[in-house]
């Protein structure tokens, strides 16, 4: 499958490819070189939050890729390794001279001393965790903050002396902190400016972007609509698409999308997968149909995906076999509605980091099903508007395009459903046990105001069962497990803290009502280390 970089995904890609014009608000944005670094996703996001366009391209990017975007600025991302490692990321030091600025974060600013003729080498005290850094000489970087300031480190390296033309900006009681070379305009820190820990972080990176790069704030919700809704109208032409709807916020707006582009030419597919929430199916047909004025065909596969997945319990088979049996059923549908070129996923940019290593060095953290799963030879040529955009943007796309709250309000659903949540083998069975329990879990949270507080809530069907007692006897019955979590986008996440009341109201209507449940736990575990779903 391919992976495009560009912000309108695979809608972009072919022009991007022939060297064509971008669109106006992706030129002279920021360009962010990941080189494996947990927080390159929030760099990208923390630009984005200053109306400007951020896009994130592996360090191994070349030189014609990233001046095609006429970058405003460029940031180097951290990464876990050190620049002596043998396998070590780097990136075409001509960047450094590309006439933009350049922003060093982390191992950024050691690879640039490392590259310029400074000196790195093992720190013998490794700083993780909350620091203090003292802001030295006037720095544009750092202009209207205090001189100290309270910040997030982690690194194992340190910069011991600094290649010709660099002045120190700012050292922390064991190590420098941040260099700049003003005549090159070159600028590094040792901490981490997008994590909220880092005092004043939103503000070293707004002075980079504006008083340093002089980028322009022209990134919005009402321009990236115009220009998708463009591009999807010059790939699409007068051919006809299907959309992969999932019931959820993510396949609802860029089926949006598509349909302002195209449309009656484009047709929506629901798949009743057998493992979607309790009256998922058709409540959503409904809506999409009768709210939104979309055309959408439901298709009953429920028997073919259990059996695809009878005997299964390692998740990522789980994953494969889900994403390769939808599109089975979209190429069914496909030739049954004559000749279809393209399919519309409602992909999300935390589905294709942790999905597959496409913009650097990054782990891959599970395959998504409708990223990394998907089958090679794909009869399709993908669209995929909001590849690029977090959850919170495409709820404020949603906005744009008038989708009504009910959909938008809608907490994040995994593409593979409940099989994802069900650990262990999927069978029909267990399914209505666990559809129960999570239809209990959502009911409580909406009762107590907490749904739309709160970034998912659902139910975990475990394989193990324990002794309980139930009427005066011995149970033997099965554990549910409640996972409800806070987060502003999915890339880290936090469990809640639940009233009490709430979670005694959870446990007892599950045991009570749910037939072979006699045990509910709840899930104290955030991201990372976890991740939100349990598989």
Known sequence: MSTPASSLAQARKAASEKHQPMSKSELGGIIVLDFGGQYTQLIARRIREQQVFSAI???????????????????LSGSPCSVYDPAAPVCDPGVLSLGVPVLGICYGLQWIAHTLGGKV???GRREYGPAEVELRDASDLFAGLPQ???IWMSHGDHVLSLPPGFRVTG????ALSAAEDPLRRIFAVQFHPEVRHTQGGTEILRNFVFAVCGARPNWSGTSFISETVEAI???????????????????????????????DRLINVFVDTGLLRKDEFRDTIDLLENRVGLRVMGVDAAERFLARLKGVTDPEVKRKRIGAEFINVFAEQARRLGDIRFLVQGTLYPDVIESVPVRGPSATIKTHHNVGGLPPDLPFELIEPLRELFKDEVRRMGRELGLPEEILSKQPFPGPGLAVRLLGEVGPERLQTLREADAIVVDEIRRAGLYEKTWQAFAVLLPVRSVGVMGDERSYGDTVAVRVVNSEDAMTADWARL???VLERISSRIVNEVAGVNRVVYDVSSKPPSTIEWE
């Open 233 to 263: 109208r010059r790939q699409v032409g007068q051919q006809r698409a299907i959309c992969a709807l999932s019931g959820g916020v993510d396949s609802a707006v860029a089926a949006a999308l598509v349909h302002r582009a195209i449309g």
């Open 148 to 150: 100290r300031l309270k």
């Open 57 to 75: 391209l592996p360090c191994t990017a070349n030189l014609a890729d990233i001046r095609a975007y006429q970058p405003a600025g460029i940031i």
């Open 171 to 174: 050292a922390t009681g064991s």
């Open 499 to 501: 009233p009490y009341e």
């Open 121 to 123: 080498e093992r720190a």
